[in-house]
Every structure is written in structure tokens, then in C-alpha cells.
């Protein structure tokens, strides 16, 4: 193993990418904004002038930079790849590094595909950018963006009244994101390989289409509780919020701060909810011991819950802060698509290479100390912290794998935290 380990290009901070591959991903790139061109009639693309050649030179020139900078950037360092050969050395000594899928071989795989994914992607996304510069010349590829969308609402706006905006509006947003979401996820519950198992939060659970089943009819029920709180909520808002239908959409700044000013309302009200069902017994036995039956969580279990609980732990967390601020209503959409997007990835049961970090509220579901009572009661932790209903799971090895990971290190971390002392034995 250690001689294998010695030649394996073990990738940790990011792969080398030799000139071979730059000249070919360059090549790929180049040829992609060609085909764009050949699609269009030439002389509606580059104007047949001095000018247009100039700017076809520059877009080729800053395109060829684009990938030498990305090439560089994706360059290991010597002290990371020793770091990252000792972590996986580490690894895969311990017992149950084999039974949760994580090899020498694995890890080689994986680096190599995600580090291939990443470069090619960073270098597709710059080469898009410089061609939409090039084509929404001398506008700005912002404003056309904006022009659009701006077309786009005042066409929904001429064909539908605003409590159809604000109803129906929000809930195609909601069932979009939600089972977007949710087949997403299942794709990789039912569907996942050797290769992904290991980013699994608890890799000896497995999801089935039968837990599925079993979450459909409830789901349901919680689909038509939000359009029904969805018709009350409009009442609200239609006699609070100043212009929310205007023609003119918010300006990003705008739209910046109030999505930002929702979170902490949106902690609040689902953190003393969400505290008051675990404090009372009679409430977790007959309506939050429901959401509770399902210690593995997959990412359509995010609404499995008693209608009760939606109504009154979820609703409000997603409404109250837009109501508040009588937000504009695309802002408010693009707050309901948050939402929902949060809630199941922190209920899908992976953490992958890329992503954010994904511990907090599987612990919430997995595990239950009664010292400590119940952990992670909040969305975004600082109530938990405020009020020290995170201390149990700050002591847990989980809790050092809470942040994102960029490279596929995660299941790595996660065996050797599992093997190390507990951090209340660690001495300093």
C-alpha cells in the first residue's frame, strides 16, 4: 500500500493538470464557442469590420488565458499532497475503512474524475462568460439579463391577477424545487454506486423506493395544507406589503438584504416551535415523533411530518419574513426556492464533494444523548448556540465534519473521527 500510495496522484487541494490536458480542454473550449458561431449566420455574429475582428481576436486571447489561469490554479502543492497522503494512510488502516468503501483506489478514482469535473467546469463557465460579453457587446450581459426578466413579469402581470401570482405562484415554486430536489436525491439513493457510497452521512443506511411509499400519502397532505395556508397568508400580504406586484423588479442590492433579513426571522420561527415539540411530551408522542420516525432522512422526508407541525413549524418560517418586510413578490419567490432547497439538502443524507457541509441536522435526527437533550433545534445554528442546544453535538466527532468539502476527503475525515478519542478526553 505505501508503495502504491507513493505513485497514486492522490489529489487533496487540487490535480495537476499537464500541458497535454490544458491544450486539449482549450481545444474542447475554443472549438464550443466556433460550433456557437457556425449556428448564427458569421456576419450576425462578427460584424465584417476591423472592430469585429479585434474583438474576435480578444475573445480568443482571453479565452486561451482563461484556461492557463485555471490550469495554474488547480496546480497541488507539495505540503498538500503529503497532508493528503498521510490523512488517507491513515484511513485505511482502520477497521472500518473496507467495509465503508474507502480504498487507496477509491480515492484515486474519485480525485481524478471530480478534479477532471471541476477543471473542465470552472474552464466552460469562463469561456461561457467571455462569449456572452462578446455577444451582448457593447450592452451589458446584466442588463439584457435584467431587460428580460423584466419582460418576463410584466407578461405574468398582464395575463394573471396577483392573488393567482401570489398562490399559485409560490406553490409552483414550492412542488419545482421540492421534487426537483427530492429526484435528484433519490437518483442517488436508489441508483448510487461503489464510487458515491462513501459520502453517504450514514453509509449503513440504505434508502429504498419503498420509504418512498411510505412518505407519499403524508407529503401530500402537507401539499394541499400549503396551498390552503398559502390562501390565508395572501390575505395578509395583499393588505401589508407596499407594491408588491409592481412592474419594476427590485434591484439585486435590494433583493440582497431582504433575503438576508429573512434568515434570522426565519431561525426564530422555526427554532421555539421546533424547541416546544421536544420540551412537551404530549406534543412529541402525538404530532413531532411523526417527523421523528425517520432517523436515516432522505430528502422528501424534509416535509414528513403531522400537518399540525407544517402548519404551524414550517409555514411561518418561510412567510414571516417576507410579510415583515412586504417584500416584492419575485423576491419572494426566490425566498420560497431557498427554502425549500435548504430543507432538503439538509435532509437528503449526503454530504458530496462540492456542497455544503451536512452533519448538523442528520445528528438532530441519528442521534439522542439525554444529557444532553435534543441538538441542532435551530436552521442555521445561531439560536442553538445562543441558547447551548448544540453543545452535546459540538462534542461529537460529527461536528468536525460540518463544513463543505471541496475534494472527496469527506468520508476520509469521517473514519478517522469515528476511530479518534472523544474530544471531551482530548487532552490540550
Not at 468503501?101 to 463557465?125: F, M, P, Q, R
Not at 426571522?265 to 427554532?271: I, K
Request: net charge negative; with cysteine; glycine share 8%.
Amino acid at each position: 500500500t505505501g508503495k502504491f500510495l507513493k505513485s497514486a496522484p492522490v489529489i487533496s487541494m487540487g490535480a495537476t493538470v499537464d500541458d497535454k490536458s490544458a491544450g486539449q480542454i482549450a481545444t474542447v473550449g475554443l472549438l464550443g464557442t466556433g460550433l456557437v458561431w457556425l449556428w448564427t449566420p458569421f456576419d450576425e455574429i462578427i460584424p465584417l469590420t476591423v472592430l469585429g475582428y479585434t474583438r474576435l481576436a480578444i475573445l480568443i486571447i482571453v479565452s486561451a488565458g482563461w484556461v492557463v489561469v485555471v490550469a495554474g490554479l488547480t496546480k497541488q502543492t507539495p505540503d498538500a499532497h503529503t497532508r493528503s497522503e498521510q490523512r488517507l494512510q491513515q484511513a485505511v488502516a482502520q477497521p472500518g475503512a473496507a467495509a465503508a468503501g474507502v480504498t487507496v483506489n477509491w480515492y484515486t478514482k474519485v480525485s481524478t474524475n471530480l478534479e477532471a469535473l471541476h477543471t473542465h467546469g470552472t474552464i466552460a463557465v469562463g469561456l461561457l462568460a467571455v462569449l456572452a460579453v462578446y455577444l451582448c457587446f457593447p450592452q451589458a450581459a446584466v442588463t439584457i439579463a435584467s431587460n428580460q426578466l423584466t419582460e418576463g413579469w410584466e407578461h405574468l402581470l398582464a395575463n394573471n391577477s396577483e392573488k393567482d401570482l401570489f398562490v399559485n405562484g409560490i406553490s409552483l415554486c414550492f412542488l419545482a424545487t421540492f421534487w426537483g430536489m427530492s429526484l435528484v436525491f433519490a437518483c442517488l439513493d436508489f441508483l448510487h454506486g461503489p464510487s458515491l457510497a462513501p459520502f453517504k452521512v450514514q453509509e449503513s443506511k440504505q434508502i429504498t423506493p419503498m420509504h418512498w411509499v411510505r412518505c407519499l400519502p403524508l407529503v401530500l397532505v402537507n401539499h394541499a395544507v400549503l396551498y390552503a395556508s398559502l390562501l390565508v397568508v395572501w390575505e395578509v400580504y395583499s393588505r401589508t406589503a407596499v407594491e408588491p406586484f409592481s412592474k419594476e423588479i427590485p434591484g439585486i442590492g435590494t433583493v440582497l438584504v431582504q433575503l438576508m433579513s429573512f434568515i434570522p426571522v426565519a431561525d426564530a420561527f422555526f427554532y421555539f416551535p421546533h424547541k416546544a415539540f421536544h420540551a412537551n411530551a404530549w406534543l412529541f408522542a402525538h404530532i413531532h415523533s411523526w417527523h421523528h420516525s425517520i432517523s436515516a432522512p432522505f430528502a422528501m422526508s424534509a416535509i414528513y411530518s403531522h400537518p399540525i407541525e407544517f402548519l404551524i413549524g414550517n409555514v411561518p418560517v418561510v412567510a414571516m419574513g417576507p410579510l415583515l418586510v412586504g417584500a416584492h413578490m419575485t423576491t419572494m419567490y426566490l425566498w420560497a426556492v431557498a427554502a425549500v432547497i435548504e430543507t432538503c439538502f439538509s435532509h437528503s443524507g449526503w454530504q458530496l464533494p462540492g456542497l455544503p457541509g451536512n452533519q448538523s441536522h442528520d445528528y438532530h435526527h441519528s442521534t439522542f444523548v439525554a444529557a444532553d437533550g435534543p441538538q441542532n433545534l435551530g436552521t442555521f445554528g445561531c439560536l442553538d448556540h445562543f441558547f447551548g442546544t448544540d453543545r452535546g453535538y459540538l462534542r461529537s466527532w460529527q461536528s468536525g465534519l460540518s463544513t463543505g468539502y471541496k475534494t472527496p476527503d469527506y468520508p476520509i475525515d469521517k473514519i478517522l473521527a469515528q476511530n479518534a478519542p472523544p474530544k471531551s478526553e482530548l487532552k490540550c
